[in-house]
């Protein structure tokens, strides 16, 4: 059974965000508001917990394209080859923000993921999700919840999500109502800018 845990975004409470990265580093997964949609993440470094993630989203691991929720770009260099200035520029400007960007992977990425040419970077303006991170001290790997309904495509309740999901994982953070648009997905591996997926970002960057 799942900890339900609220948190302000205004001001989220030290002691829970330890709560909650206890849980995290133990190897549990955490379901946690950004500035899009609720999302489903682990530890980076914890194989065990990536499995369940791959397992719950019904993809293997190795083929599995999850994003890398950092607290801001100064770890980027951690998973991420050398990148040249303009692609600098747009991330700095972009970033914090709802959008994931899709850059060159490089030999550091966690074992299940050498295999990866590149790799989703993604800062959220989401104070909750960083305080994690900074927590934590290195990423979270995060995928988005999507809803079995036709219609809504994602819950944006965090009390309906706990009841979906408290069997599943191990701490629910109520961070308020979510948003039900997703990241805007851009590649940046190219020469030039290359958009994946319209979302919430706008695309004048």
Do not use: H
Request: hydrophobic share 35%; with cysteine; proline share 6%.
């Amino acid at each position: 059974m799942a900890q339900y845990i609220k948190l302000y975004e205004e001001n989220p409470s030290p002691k829970e965000i330890k709560k909650v990265v206890k849980i995290i580093k133990d190897g549990g997964l955490v379901i946690y508001p950004s500035d899009t949609v609720y999302a489903l993440g682990c530890d980076i470094t914890n194989n065990r917990a990536l499995e369940r993630v791959a397992q719950l989203k019904g993809v293997k691991l190795e083929k599995a394209n999850f994003s890398f929720v950092c607290e801001d770009l100064s770890n980027l260099s951690d998973y991420v080859r050398q990148i040249n200035t303009s692609t600098f520029k747009i991330l700095k400007r972009a970033l914090p923000g709802p959008y994931t960007f899709i850059l060159p992977g490089n030999n550091n990425l966690p074992t299940v993921f050498k295999k990866k040419k590149e790799v989703g970077i993604r800062v959220p303006d989401n104070n909750i999700t960083r305080a994690i991170v900074r927590e934590l001290g290195n990423p979270i790997v995060s995928t988005s919840i999507k809803d079995d309904d036709e219609v809504i495509e994602y819950t944006t309740d965090p009390e309906l999500i706990f009841e979906k999901w408290e069997k599943l994982v191990d701490v629910v953070v109520d961070g308020g109502y979510g948003d039900n648009v997703p990241s805007t997905v851009i590649d940046l591996t190219g020469d030039e800018p290359l958009l994946i997926r319209e979302g919430k970002g706008s695309l004048k960057i």
